[in-house]
């Protein structure tokens, strides 16, 4: 513990007038900005109650109006995160647009995961692997999904590469419902530290909280 019977009276006096000032000033600016956006807002609001179709049919005559004024000026729909949320003109995002535009590397893909659970329970089993399949083939029926993989695939892209348990079964609903016909079957089977290609199973990436007990999860 240190103590200091330094007197700092004169160091207060000099820096609190000056912070005040900024505090009241700042006070004053909001209060000031305050009272012409409320007489906008009650001004707006008498009069859509006064002239609620007038209001009505200005609100959506407006919207069209700049509709179609941007189909006819290049509108563009930007749906790209990094467009929409990185300041415009920044370094960044244009060294990002080379890399990804003109640098000719080929771009990583963007992963994403399923997450299957029980509701607290056991999820390894029988229907917790079938629920994966299910989710995996819902992902890989939606439309144009082969084109792209097909495509990927001529670029040797990893675009479409499947990494998790149902790798046991070469994520195939077909060969699982073959191989098990009950939890423990499938238990057996994800204990095996290896995958049938030779890859050694990653437990901490495709599973969550794994224990194994003489070799079995």
């Known amino acids: ?7 700092h009276s004169e160091h207060n006096r000099t820096f609190k007038p000056a912070a005040l000032e900024y505090s009241s000033k700042w006070t004053a600016f909001v209060y000031w900005i305050h009272e012409p956006i409320l007489r906008l807002l009650l001004f707006l609001s008498r009069l859509a109650v006064k002239n ?14 700049f509709l179609v004024v941007g189909l006819a000026t290049n509108f563009e729909e930007v749906a790209d995160r990094d467009s929409l949320w990185t300041p415009f003109g920044a370094r960044p995002k244009d060294h990002g647009d080379w890399i990804k535009k ?16 029980a509701d607290g329970r056991n999820v390894l089993g029988q229907e917790g692997v079938g629920r994966s399949l299910e989710a995996l083939d819902t992902v890989r029926n939606i439309p144009g999904y082969d084109e792209l993989c097909s495509k990927a695939e001529r670029k040797r892209q990893s675009t479409c590469q499947i990494w ?25 089977t ?3 530290g290896v995958y049938p290609n030779g890859e050694e199973v990653d437990y901490d990436g495709v599973l969550g909280l794994w224990e194994k007990e003489n070799e079995v999860l």
């Open 102 to 117: 003109e640098s000719g590397y080929i771009p990583k893909p963007r992963y994403f995961s399923f997450l299957i659970h």
């Open 52 to 65: 609620p179709w007038i209001c009505i049919t200005a609100t959506i005559s407006l919207s069209c109006s």
């Open 190 to 192: 994800m204990s095996s």
């Open 1 to 7: 513990v240190i103590l200091d019977d330094t007197d």
């Open 164 to 188: 998790g348990i149902t790798q046991h079964w070469n994520h195939s609903v077909g060969v699982f419902n073959q191989s098990v016909g009950s939890d423990e079957d499938a238990i057996l």
